[in-house]
């Protein structure tokens, strides 16, 4: 497998004011007007899920695309961090570090996660740094 098409990748979506969601079996939320941080990760095909993401996929195959879903929603930034390890429980801890950061729905995005993060999506009102590039040591092959 190529490193640079497996990694860990985060989103930054905006609601422009609050929306109520089903997120599959989780069941039914409220989600405040305000930024979300969604931390994920492709074994392969990072630069393929991104871009899915980014072009607005009108299947629901993650607890991400019901969000996404939502007239209210509006992805600001895609940011992919290609490696080989699987780091998105650490991207997410450290958006979780954040002030303001706050678990909207417990479990969103998180089936497969063996690091016990409460979630993969965080919510904001102000609008929260994404982890950078530079600190973390990723390169960066297509952006
Ligand atoms: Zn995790």
Redesign the pocket.
Known sequence: MKARDSGAYCLLIRLDRAAEATIGRLGRFRFPAGYYVY?GSAARGLGARTARHQRGAKTIHWHIDYLLALPEARLVACVPYPSERRR??EF?GSVQRQRGARVPVPGFG?SD?????PA?LTHFRQRPRLPSRKRYNVQVVNS
């Open positions: 931390c998105e429980c997410n998180s996660c063996r690091a016990g993060c993969h």
